[in-house]
């Protein structure tokens, strides 16, 4: 899923959506279920070190900035 696509999805809280997969209308075999919490902390990881990445670039920027200005 590209980034665009993962960002206009409403965000679900990790817990949720686990609960959602275990108890949902159809139950999953072992190996569709393995798939699907696999899918779903893949995705958490992938925003959680995008977010990281976004923080450090931001500290970088103004701390560049505080340097010019110095």
């Known amino acids: 899923m590209t980034q665009q696509a ?3 999805r409403p965000h679900i ?4 959506r ?3 997969l275990l ?3 159809t139950a999953l ?3 569709a279920l ?8 893949s995705r958490c ?3 959680a070190y995008a977010a990281g990445w976004n923080d450090a670039l931001a500290t970088a920027r103004r701390d560049s900035r505080r340097g010019e200005d110095a």
Do not use: F, I, M, N
């Open 29 to 31: 075999d072992k190996r």
């Open 6 to 8: 993962e960002a206009s």
């Open 13 to 16: 809280p990790l817990q949720d």
């Open 23 to 25: 108890d949902g209308p």
């Open 45 to 47: 990881e992938t925003r």
């Open 18 to 20: 686990l609960r959602q």
């Open 34 to 41: 393995l798939g699907s919490l696999y899918a779903e902390v």
